[in-house]
């Protein structure tokens, strides 16, 4: 015979491991940010989104916390065009496609151009909050991805021969091309 069961408390574990898991990518993040910033030229200033507080969409904290635990443990995973595994490598949209599959279940269109019609769209980049995916181009046509994961600072594939990183979006390059983000989890 078993035991009666006992009533469970509001923080069940599993509650309490994702709140502290998104503590610590939170504190990653944090310490990441406060880390000396190395400057495209001479007359380039730190990134004024540094500076902000990460933030997630409302109620939307664990299933940005899984967004943001893929999308930083596959950091150096090597580009590879139409990859979309970290054993074949990732171009852009492969990587975000995978982030998301991944971490929420949410089945993203394959290309970047089409990931760019779905969600609310985000004009500003002080606006993004962590797990949004920005979106970068030419005058309107969009030609690259990535996923916001807070404090000026996005995930991405950006090139032939590179490796998923890390960078600034308000860096010389990505703040001339940004065009706007979506918010997919809401």
Not at 50 to 75: H, I, S, T, Y
Not at 109 to 122: H, L, Q, V, W, Y
Not at 157 to 186: C, K, M, Q
């Amino acid at each position: 015979m078993n035991p009666p069961s006992v009533a469970r408390s509001a923080a069940s574990p599993t509650r309490i491991a994702r709140f502290a898991l998104l503590a610590v990518v939170l504190a990653l993040l944090t310490a990441c940010a406060s880390a000396p910033r190395r400057n495209a030229s001479a007359l380039a200033t730190e990134s004024a989104l540094a500076n902000e507080p990460a933030r997630a969409p409302d109620g939307q904290a664990a299933a940005v916390n899984d967004v943001l635990f893929r999308a930083m443990a596959l950091v150096g995973t090597p580009y590879h065009w139409g990859g979309n595994t970290p054993a074949g490598g990732f171009d852009c949209s492969g990587l975000v496609g995978y982030i998301y599959r991944n971490a929420t279940g949410m089945q993203l269109p394959r290309t970047s151009g089409e990931m760019a019609d779905m969600g609310e769209k985000i004009r500003g980049m002080t606006a993004l909050v962590s797990g949004d995916l920005v979106f970068f181009g030419n005058h309107g046509r969009i030609s690259h991805v990535g996923v916001y994961v807070g404090k000026g600072r996005f995930v991405h594939a950006p090139n032939s021969g590179g490796t998923v990183r890390l960078d600034d979006i308000d860096g010389p390059y990505w703040r001339d091309h940004f065009e706007y983000g979506r918010r997919v989890l809401d």
